[in-house]
Every structure is written in C-alpha cells, then in structure tokens.
C-alpha cells in the first residue's frame, strides 16, 4: 500500500537529547554544588548523571539518589522528574540535518509527532527546536494527552486519526526499539529505528538509519 504519512518520536529522533539533556544535567548540578570548582571534578559529575540517565529511559530520582551515594550531592527537589520536565525543553536543539529532512518530506507525505512525556514539555521542545512549522499542533499526539503511551498501539492509532491515513499507509520513525519499533509494529505501521550512536545489531527485517536524512534515501 501507498505511503501517505510519515510520523516521528521527537527526543533522539528530531531533537538531539544528548546534547540538551547534558546541558540540563550540567545546569542542574552548578544550581546545587557550587563547590565544584574544579571542571574536571563538576565534568566527572555531569558525566555520571548522564550514564545514570540511560538516555531518559529511567525514573529521574534513581539519578537524584546516586548523587547522593557517589557524590554527596543532595537535590532539593522533591520530585526531580517535575523539574527537569520544567527546564528542558529551554535546552532543546535539533539535529542539525532534522530541518533540511522535514523540509523534503514535506513535499511528498504528511508529516506527524507522536511522543511520549508530558504535554507542555514535549510541545515546548519543539517549538524551542524551530521545527514546530512542520507540523499542526492539532495533529500532534503527546503520551501525557492520553491515558495511554507508547507502546500502546491506541498512541499510535490516534496519530493515524489525527492526520487521516490507515496505519498500513504510516511509516513511525523512533530511537526506543521497545517503545517506538514494538509500537508501531503492533499498531501496524512500517517502523524505521533510528540509532544515533553507532551500530546496533538487529535480527528483525526493518530499516534502521543512523542519521534522520537519511530517510531521504528511502522515501
């Protein structure tokens, strides 16, 4: 069947987490220890909270609570993941080839944005990032609108709704082979994996990409 709809995760599929979310972990520890003085020493922290972090795959207060035993760091906040959905998306960059890539499929699909987080959070990232022009904000399917999330097939059907195509006639591309590829393949659409980091070794027959333009090859 013809494909109609091109839809995205946003954080390591759009936007560049890596960078904004070693921003954000950066600002929160000068925030709260003002003692490190020493940027090998503040850099060995940030460094940590990001292997802590999993890329945004664990609860935030497993890494408010390995401050504390490592570092004897203690955050005052009493719950890190409100805060951090707070300041992020101010840190939001895109990756750089993610404009020049809507901009082209653009002009042949329909572009959708399905994502998982809280709804202010994720719709501010984008805006923040200047891609929000490539899609109606109407259209745009946030986990934290919904009683559900990926990989919750309904997620994925509401985006379809959303922009009027069948989910045979829907490509979903994303970075969380469990959340986004598993997702997308149980509510029927074609899934593309985007892994940013090198190569990962796959045994299922789907396409896997390690930069966005390079769905310019495809479709």
Same mark, same amino acid.
């Given at each position: ?135 109606? &904000? !109407? #259209?745009? +399917?946030?986990? %934290? @609108? ?20 069948? &989910? !045979? #006639?829907? +490509?979903?591309? %994303? @970075? ?28 299922? @027959? ?12 495809h479709f």
């Amino acid at each position: 069947m013809t494909i109609k709809a091109i839809f995205f995760d946003f954080d390591d599929t759009l936007g560049y987490r890596e960078m904004y979310a070693y921003d954000c972990y950066r600002r929160i520890i000068m925030e709260n220890a003002p003692h490190l003085t020493d940027p090998f020493e503040l850099e060995a922290v940030v460094q940590n909270c990001m292997l802590w972090d999993e890329k945004g795959n664990v609860d935030k207060t497993h890494v408010k609570d390995m401050l504390r035993k490592t570092h004897g760091i203690e955050l005052p906040y009493e719950d890190l993941n409100k805060y951090w959905d707070q300041i992020l998306w101010e840190h939001c960059v895109p990756y750089e080839d993610s404009e020049r890539t809507l901009t082209e499929l653009a002009k042949r699909y329909k572009l959708g944005l399905i994502t998982n987080g809280p709804s202010d959070g994720q719709r501010n990232k984008l805006a923040h990032s200047g891609l929000s022009r490539f899609f109606n &904000p !109407e #259209e745009i +399917v946030v986990s %934290g @609108d919904y009683p559900f999330s990926k990989p919750d097939p309904r997620i994925f059907w509401a985006g379809c709704e959303k922009l009027g195509v069948k &989910p !045979e #006639e829907a +490509v979903y591309v %994303g @970075d969380i082979y469990g959340r986004d590829i598993l997702g997308a393949h149980r509510a029927g659409m074609t899934p593309v994996w985007i892994w940013n980091w090198g190569n990962r070794k796959c045994a299922t @027959d789907i396409l896997v990409i390690h930069h966005i333009s390079e769905l310019l090859d495809h479709f």
